[in-house]
């Protein structure tokens, strides 16, 4: 992608990478693991990558560290996801745009509708995990293709 980018845009890019995990990022992904109800698959994710940040992808594309997962949630508390749950949600990253990802317990995957996340209203956009991994793959592959990123 970061190829073509400044022939294709006037400007150099920007920071686009999917970060490894490091020993920090493995102790906060097992930290995120006892604090509540936290999908296997994030946990298991957080331990293989560290963030994910596609700044030049649309107006971009972040999935956070565990680290600073851990750090929201200490300060601001989990993410409402509706009455019918016990456990709140985690806002794992954002689309650049303003609009946060949240991840329930149960895996499924939302993107917030407005950039609050005090009573947000809530969109899903992946049954679990890889499937919204599987969409951020999509939405880079497509910005590769044709400068467009797609809905996520």
């Known amino acids: 992608m970061t190829d073509e980018f ?14 490894p995990a490091n020993h920090d990022d493995q102790a906060a992904a097992r930290m995120l693991a ?28 972040f999935v956070e560290s565990a680290g600073d997962v851990l750090l929201r949630l200490e300060e601001y508390g989990a993410v409402d996801v509706g009455a019918h749950q016990k456990a709140g949600g985690l806002a794992i990253g954002s689309n650049g745009g303003g609009l946060f990802y949240v991840v329930r317990p149960d895996g499924a995957v939302y993107r917030t509708r407005t950039a609050s996340l005090d009573e947000p209203e809530l969109d899903r956009v992946a049954d679990d995990l890889w499937q919204f991994l599987e969409l951020l793959e999509r939405s880079l592959t497509r910005f590769v293709a044709d400068g467009e990123p797609g809905f996520l």
């Open 34 to 61: 006892q604090v509540g109800p936290v999908p296997a698959g994030l946990v298991t994710f957080y331990d293989s990558v560290g963030e994910v940040i596609w700044a030049d992808v649309g107006n971009g594309y």
């Open 6 to 19: 400044e022939r294709r845009y006037g400007f150099p890019p920007g920071t686009n990478e999917v970060r």
